[in-house]
């Protein structure tokens, strides 16, 4: 299976302050990249698919990029409904597998 | 609007079995492969399984393989998880999730239902 590896596990950042989020893959995935959030006590929220394209109502805030093995989600500014945790998900291959995450937190 | 609500979950004995069921509403089910996703409490998220729109293939994490069976049933809108031979391991809380149209990402998700095998 292809393994996901996110860094940092814990970024602190303030309010207004941009964030930068990397993941790598074991092995190419070419675009087929997905980044998820998920704030705390809720369901998972697609944010990025295809390594670079904004899922429906996701603020242009966010974008990803990427390609092969080495992908970044960056947040512009960041707001208060922004800090939670943020997953990497491969599906070029199965099975489909997750990054453990990184938390964004207040600094 | 797109509505995915999970049931089923709850205590259950090491090497017992349960099933989940998802109640999917606010689109054409039939037309979206669908997904359970899971996860430990405070810890990543962990995909199972995943079956085609026409239930005619699935996919299983191999941790789950030979265990348990995803279904679904297009004429009632809903999918299902079969669980047997369930263990600590699999205390979880469980997703289901549409799958977005031409990728293999997931573009709705339920609020989960959390199975807890436990003595």
């Known amino acids: 299976e292809i393994v996901m590896t996110q860094s940092p596990a814990t970024l602190s950042v303030s309010p207004g302050e941009r964030a930068t989020l990397s993941c790598r893959a074991g092995?190419?995935?070419?675009?087929?990249l997905a980044w998820y959030q998920q704030r705390s006590g809720q369901a998972p929220r697609l944010l990025i698919y295809g390594a670079s394209t904004r899922a429906a109502g996701i603020p242009a805030r966010f974008s990803g990029s990427g390609s092969g093995r080495e992908f970044t989600l960056s947040i512009s500014s960041l707001q208060s409904e922004d800090f939670a945790v943020y997953y990497c998900?491969?599906?070029?291959?199965?099975?489909?597998?997750f990054g453990l995450g990184t938390k964004v937190e207040i600094k | 609007e797109v509505q995915l609500l999970e049931s089923g979950g709850g205590l259950v004995q090491p090497a017992g079995s349960l099933r989940l069921s998802c109640a999917a509403s606010?689109?054409?089910?039939?037309?979206?492969?669908m997904t359970w996703v899971r996860q430990a409490p405070g810890k990543g998220l962990d995909w199972v399984s995943s079956i085609s729109d026409s239930g005619s293939a699935t996919f299983y994490a191999d941790s789950v393989k030979g265990r348990f069976i995803i279904s679904r049933d297009n004429s009632k809108n809903t999918l299902s998880l079969q669980m047997n031979s369930l263990g600590a391991e699999d205390t979880a809380f469980y997703y289901c999730?549409?799958?977005?149209?031409?990728?293999?990402?997931?573009?709705?998700w339920g609020q989960g239902t959390l199975v807890t095998v436990s003595s």
């Open positions: 092995q190419s995935v070419s675009s087929s």
């Open positions: 998900q491969q599906y070029k291959n199965w099975p489909r597998t």
């Open positions: 999730a549409r799958d977005l149209r031409g990728s293999g990402t997931c573009d709705y």
């Open positions: 606010g689109f054409t089910f039939s037309s979206f492969a």
